[in-house]
């Protein structure tokens, strides 16, 4: 049995893309949910898809880590910079709505959409002490077409992010659907 626990602080989509994905599926796997702020509505998503969830603190999250064994952390929508001994603890990847390393940290979506550039896109990588920076994984790309909207890139976005996050760490856990 493979046991993931994934990390948010806000909305939790991809939270719940992730966990649809293996609900279709014959997998071992385990899903809990974690977030470090007590009314993130992936808490809410977690308990309307029967998933068991905690609210652990920024500063416990070694201890909870350290208590509980998880084949892989998969962050989704998590605020915070999760500092060296957290890091090198265990596997930790992250999804991030650019193509990085352009359009790093928050708001990657506008800066991306604001600095005119014709393609932009979704990476999934590994987690290290730097924001967004550890080693990448897997990358889409979305075209940004004349006439788009912000809020036309940022659903096309989520909708790449809800495809990808699920096929990366499916593959990552039992080397195939890539
Ligand atoms: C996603 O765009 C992800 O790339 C970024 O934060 C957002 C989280 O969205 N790291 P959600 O909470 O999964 O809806």
Known sequence: M???AVFG???GSNFEA????????????????????KNAYILER????????????????LEFLKENHFDLVVLAGYMRILPKEVVEFTKIIN????????FKGKD???KAYESGVKTTGV????????VDSGDIIAQNTVV??????????EEEIHRVEHNLYPKIIENLLFGESL
């Open 18 to 37: 992730i966990v649809k994905y293996f609900q279709g599926k014959n997998k071992d796997i385990e899903f809990i949910c974690v977030s470090d702020k």
């Open 46 to 61: 977690a308990k309307n898809l029967d998933i068991k969830s905690y609210h652990i603190l920024f500063n416990d999250t």
């Open 123 to 130: 990476t999934v990588h590994y987690v290290n002490e730097e």
């Open 108 to 110: 990657a979506i506008k």
């Open 144 to 153: 940004i077409e004349n006439k788009m909207t912000l809020e036309q890139l």
């Open 9 to 11: 602080s806000g909305n």
């Open 95 to 102: 999804i991030h709505p650019s193509l990085l390393p352009d």
């Open 2 to 4: 493979k046991k993931i």
